[in-house]
Structures are given as C-alpha cells and as structure tokens.
C-alpha cells in the first residue's frame, strides 16, 4: 500500500487504524486515495482551501462549519489520521457491534458521539451550551439572506424553549440528545422515515 | 598501425550495414505508413495490435488479484431529507447539510473529472499503476519488455511521423497559399490537410472507429465535441476538414497555424481579441454564412475533461444560430489515456506521454444535426446538445462548469441551497399566522 512508504506516523498507522477507527482495510484504501487526490500541496495534509476546493463542499450552507470539525482546536492542517476520525462518526453501526464488549471505549460512530458531532456544529466555542446567539447563527447560515432576523429569532427562542429543561436559555448536551426528533434520528426516505443511527 | 588496418574494412562493412538497415527502414516506413495515409487506405496493422494488445491485458489481468473492491459507502446513503414534507425548524435539520457535506468529502461528482480515470485493471504501463503491487515475475517481465518496445521501438517511429506529418503540413500548405483562390486550391488544401491529419494519426497510433458519417458536418454549420485533449483536433480532422478556431500561439505552434490559414480560411485570434465576445460572435457568423467555407470546430467546453464525463457548454457558440453537428468522442482508456492535465503536465510531455502508450483508441459518433427550436433560449440548447453527446458516448451529464478546474465555484449556488431551505421554512410561518 502507498503510504507504507511514507512517514513512520504514517505506518504506524495502519494497524492501529484497523483496531481503532473499525473501518476495512479496502475502505482505507479507498479514504488514503481520496486524500491525496484533494492533497494538491502533496504534503501529506490537508487545509481548509483544499476542503473548499470541492465545489459541492463550497456550495453547502454549512460547509465552513463542517470543514472547520476536521481541524483540532487552533490548528491549520489536518493530517490522513485525523481525516479518517472525523469521517468515521459516519459509518452506519453494523449489528454485530452493538453486543460488543460493553467495557471497551465507545466506537466513533456509535449514536452518542454522532450526536457531539452534530452538537459541535451548533456550539462554537466549545463551552458545552448552545446559546441562542450559536443557534441563531446557524440558522442564519442555513437560511442566507431570506428570512428576517424576528422570524429568524422567534424560530430559535421556540426552539430553545422546547428543549430547555433547566432553564438557563441554552441547551446543554444532555438537553440536546432528549430532543424529541432526535431520540433516533430520522431521515425521510420519500414514503416513511429512517433511522440514521 | 597493423591494429588500425585490420579494422578498416569491418567499419566499411559496419557502415554497409547501417546504411542498409536505414533504406529499409525508410522504405518500410514509406510503403506501410506514409502512402497509405496519403490515400486514406489501412492495411489493418493498428487492428491487429490493438487485437493482440487486448489479448495481453486480458492474460495479465487473470494474474492480477482483483482485490474486491469494497463498494460500502461510509453512510446509509438512502434517503434525502425532503424538504417539501418538513414543517418547522428541527435541530436535526443540520443532518440534512451535514451529511451532504461529508458525502461530498468522501467523493464528489466534479474534482474527480480533472484526473484521469482510474482503471479496473492494469495495462502495463506504470503511469496507470495505483495500487498494483508486485504479483508475479512474468507480469514484471512482461511489463520490462513493453518498456522496451514503447520506449525503444514505437516511439522513435512515432516522433519521426509526427515530424513529417507536420513539416509536410506547414511546407504543403505555404505552398497551395501561392495558389489563386479557386475550386482548385479548396480542392488540393482538403487533400493536403487530410493527408497530413492521417499521418498524425499514425504518429499516435491511434486506432478509431467512426460511426454514423452521414451525418458528418457540412458547410456553413458548426460541429461542436466534447473536448478532452489536443487529440481531438487531429482525430476529427482525419476525417473531415475543418475550420479552427483558437487563439494564436507563439512559437511552432504559431508557424503551423501561420502556414495554415494561407490554404484556407481558419479563424486564428490575437490574445486581446479573445475577451470581446462580441468580435467572437461576429467572425463565427459571418463564417458561417458564407457557404463556401468549411463548418467550424468547437470544443464548448472551454477545458480538458476526463472523459468520463461532459461539463457545462458555454453558450457563445449555440447563440450563432445556424445548424449545429455535435459530435461525441470517446476514448478506451485500457490503452493510453489521453486526458490531457493542464496543471501537471506541458504540451510536449503530454506528447510524449501519448506517443510512449501502446495507442490511442477511440470511438467517434457523428450525431444528427440539432438547431435550436422556437423559444429556446442558447443555454438550453446548449444543454439539449450536451445530454445528446453524454448519451452517445456514454458520458456522465454534469451541470457544473469545466472552469471550476481552476476557478471557484459561484456563490449563486450556495444562495440558492439557502433560498429553498428558507422557502420550506417560511412557508410555515405563514401557514402558522394563518391559523
């Protein structure tokens, strides 16, 4: 495989990509291929004008946000490692994983921590609240220019006032999780819904 | 001194030989290459590589593990978010974005149409070699012993085509723009420029099947192509004469195009003409309406694509308004693959490249000719023949502009993605205060 031939970070890799992220090694490949593709620098990592250079990326509404979840806190580049823990919050959860060992650490994409990575997206500064200033600026986000900021901020007081329990105008993540839609996340599938979890 | 003598007459004999292997290598050339292109007649060699080529590729690809290529997208890529049956904002709304935007992460429809294809299985050229490891000793023999045929056989034959095609084009047709413009000289300017693209063919070796030429352009139309590399410009000429239409160059290129337009009217512009659209428009139309002249070749594009795909056409040519030829090339890329990537390689590596691959095979379909109906505006006809071509050749449809290989994207599309998602929820507003 190509990057056996790169850095020692990078072989050591591959073992402990298997164990850790669960990913087969054909979908590894397959991951390594696309980030050198988008790898224009040829550097062995990414940064954010590499992220934006795929235009149905550049296109989404919340594509920043999403991009900046790839870089740890501070940091401008994001190397194969922490490319592949941020894409593997995605990978559906097989059945056989859910009778695994209960004493062993949680899997990336198990549904709790894909809920932190949606809750991430919400709460920018990282203190564990979404406030209504994070939630309006993601709506913002969503919605462009098109909605007045009272509508826009009559939407997120109603939303906050829902899933507030202790009442302190913010929604922490455990307030998050017990959202009523997201108790399983659903998907409309055209006819009936989905459970993305 | 008795050294020096004895090896005299061995370097006459040596220099006999040379001379010898060199006439007939000549004549071969001569006999099997040039006279034939000359009369646009084959003797079947190419097919029959290209028929032994396959049989080659078929044996090393048994030998070759395909490892099972894991199709398993990361995601449960079902189902999309449809907007119109959702009411009011939820905190789940942002799965919608978020999954589409790591789903276009993992793999998008338009970057990966700026790279060549990547192949099933290997051709034995290590410039299509991705993840193909070390198998067996024979494929590595085999391998060896295609480098040395590409490298030591097939290109030195090739670049000495490709010099006599071009010098021949360039003294030939200097030669026919001395003539009094006539029936005579439109004549002998088809047969030079024909003669000379065939030649070129041979150069590359390229092996091409054209289907349908009853509906090969005619004059006073356009024929528009999907564009994939410089080739293509030689592989419809072979077939048909042409008028060109491209900006100047400097350089070689610039003499050929120089010696060019002297036999017949080719649309050259200067580099500041370029830009004035309208200056475009106006030559192109006054072209095409004077019967006499050659139709028109344009590549709508604007940019090399990986032929896996056809991007946006750009509406400049299809606003003219006279009949439009489209034309649908595509390529076997188990052979060579003839995308041409601007950004990694220059003109004459790209060459180079081409004319050290096994050959260049492609298919060409000449489809019927389309003109724009009542109340079409040029874009929509541009896409009406974009999708003809795609059908034909097998291509991807796209919507996204070949410019995006080196420009951004718009911010009218990010604006849009946002209007529909405000329109579903405002919706609810409005119902809301109805109630």
Request: proline share 3%; aromatic share 10%.
């Amino acid at each position: 495989m190509p990057w056996l031939n790169g850095t020692r970070s990078q072989q050591s890799l591959s073992l402990n990509t298997v164990c850790f992220f669960a990913v087969s090694h054909s979908q590894i490949t397959r991951l390594y291929s696309r980030f050198t593709s988008l790898d224009k620098g040829e550097n062995g990592t990414l940064s954010r004008e590499d992220f934006q250079r795929i235009p149905e990326l550049a296109i989404n509404p919340l594509g920043d946000r999403i991009i900046n979840a790839f870089f740890p806190e501070g940091e401008d580049q994001v190397n194969f490692r922490g490319f592949m823990r941020t894409l593997a919050h995605f990978r559906p959860i097989e059945d056989n994983e859910k009778n695994k060992d209960p004493t062993a650490s949680e899997p990336l994409n198990s549904r709790t921590n894909k809920l932190l990575f949606a809750f991430q997206l919400y709460d920018l500064d990282r203190d564990d609240k979404i406030s209504r200033d994070e939630l309006l600026q993601v709506l913002r986000m969503m919605v462009g220019v098109n909605i007045s900021d009272e509508q826009l901020g009559s939407i997120a007081d109603r939303t906050i006032q829902e899933a507030d329990q202790n009442g302190d105008n913010s929604i922490s993540f455990n307030e998050f999780i017990k959202v009523g839609n997201l108790q399983h996340i659903y998907v409309w599938a055209g006819d009936h819904y989905l459970i993305l979890t | 001194m008795g050294l020096f003598l004895d090896f005299n007459p061995f370097d006459n004999l040596l220099c006999i030989l040379l001379g010898i292997s060199f006439t007939v290598w000549f004549t071969l050339l001569l006999v099997f290459i040039i006279v034939p292109a000359i009369f646009g007649v084959s003797f079947g060699i190419r097919q029959l590589y290209m028929k032994t080529l396959l049989k080659i590729f078929e044996w090393a690809t048994h030998r070759i593990e395909r490892g099972a290529k894991d199709n398993n997208h990361l995601f449960v890529s079902d189902g999309n978010r449809d907007l119109d049956h959702a009411s009011e904002f939820e905190m789940s709304d942002i799965f919608y974005f978020c999954r589409q935007g790591v789903e276009s992460i993992m793999d998008d429809e338009v970057t990966k149409r700026f790279s060549a294809e990547e192949l099933e299985s290997w051709n034995l050229l290590t410039r299509s070699n991705y993840n193909f490891q070390h198998i067996s000793l024979r494929l590595t023999v085999l391998w060896g012993l295609g480098v040395v045929i590409r490298y030591g056989f097939l290109l030195p034959l090739r670049v000495t085509l490709a010099f006599t095609g071009v010098g021949l084009l360039v003294v030939l047709t200097s030669i026919i723009g001395f003539l009094p413009n006539g029936r005579m000289k439109n004549f002998l300017s088809e047969q030079v420029h024909l003669m000379c693209y065939r030649i070129c063919v041979r150069a590359l070796t390229a092996i091409i099947t054209y289907h349908d030429s009853e509906n090969k352009p005619k004059n006073g139309g356009i024929c528009v192509a999907n564009h994939t590399s410089p080739i293509d410009v030689i592989i419809l000429a072979s077939d048909g004469c042409y008028a060109m239409v491209g900006q100047i160059h400097g350089g070689l290129m610039g003499v050929i195009q120089k010696s060019m337009v002297k036999a017949c009217p080719h649309i050259w512009f200067e580099r500041s003409e370029v830009k004035d659209r309208h200056l475009v428009a106006k030559r192109l139309s006054d072209h095409v309406e004077d019967k006499t002249k050659l139709p028109i070749l344009i590549f709508p594009e604007g940019t090399c694509i990986n032929n896996t795909s056809v991007m946006m056409f750009k509406k400049g040519s299809f606003e003219i308004g006279s009949t439009v030829y489209p034309v649908a090339i595509k390529y076997d890329p188990r052979f060579g693959d003839a995308f041409w990537n601007s950004s990694q390689f220059g003109m004459v590596n790209y060459l180079l490249r081409m004319m050290s691959s096994w050959a260049i095979v492609c298919s060409v379909w000449y489809l019927p000719p389309m003109t724009r109906e009542e109340g079409e505006d040029a874009v929509q006809f541009a896409n009406r023949v974009k999708a003809a071509i795609a059908r034909q050749g097998g291509l991807v449809d796209l919507l996204w502009d070949g410019g995006l290989k080196r420009g951004k994207v718009k911010d009218t599309f990010k604006e849009e993605q946002q209007k529909l998602y405000s329109k579903m929820l405002v919706g609810t507003q409005e119902d809301r205060s109805r109630s």
